[in-house]
């Protein structure tokens, strides 16, 4: 299954949505991971400003790390849960060394237009990351579902808040394109 992190280019700063998997860890090797992390991929790391964690399941936060000393926001329920809870993830990706979370409460406009939202379901603390255009608006979902069939027919709190937003399309980290609302 394949891991999405995403970009938005916002004029005010260039926002990371999750870190994916950047190496093998005992934990996940029966997995059977073939890892292309970002760091190999031509992509400027350092034009990064800011990350936002749409939860801490491994497969999310695997490259926190090499975002040291940069504000990464992620739902304190989340982190919370990931410190504490034993098999959550991989909790020394978690606590990396020079990571700097930046525990949110709740809804929070990060940038303008740039909104993070609390989803629950996948996690307790689950949050995803809305985009005003002006329009309905674009949603970067995480694992808000796995699968689109999960928001054609929501039925968590998450997938019920995203719904209620109307988004014009919403990019979940193990789709490869972007599910769209069904036309009515």
């Known amino acids: 299954m394949p891991v999405y992190v995403h970009v938005i ?4 700063a260039r926002v990371l949505v999750d870190t994916g998997l950047t190496e093998l860890h005992p934990a ?4 059977d991971p073939r890892l292309r992390p970002l760091s190999m991929q031509d ?8 990350v936002v964690n749409t939860h801490l399941h491994f497969d999310h936060c ?8 940069r504000p990464i926001y992620v739902q304190r329920r989340e ?5 504490s809870e034993d098999d959550y ?16 409460d709740g809804e929070l406009e990060l940038l303008p237009g740039l909104r993070l939202v609390p989803a629950p379901g996948h996690t307790r603390g689950m949050q995803v990351v809305v985009v005003e255009t002006g329009g309905r608006p674009l949603v970067v979902g995480g694992d808000v579902a796995v699968w689109f069939g999960e928001l054609d027919e929501p039925h968590t709190e998450g997938q019920l808040r995203v719904s209620a937003l109307d988004p ?3 990019w979940l980290a193990h789709e490869h394109e972007p599910w769209r609302p069904r036309a009515v």
């Open 79 to 83: 982190l919370d849960d990931a410190r």
């Open 28 to 31: 996940v090797a029966d997995l």
């Open 62 to 69: 695997g490259g926190n790390h090499l975002f040291a000393g």
């Open 9 to 12: 280019d916002h004029p005010d």
């Open 168 to 170: 014009e399309l919403v």
């Open 89 to 104: 993830t991989i909790r020394e990706w978690v606590e990396a060394p020079g990571v700097r979370y930046v525990p949110v």
């Open 43 to 50: 992509f400027d790391l350092a034009g990064i400003d800011i």
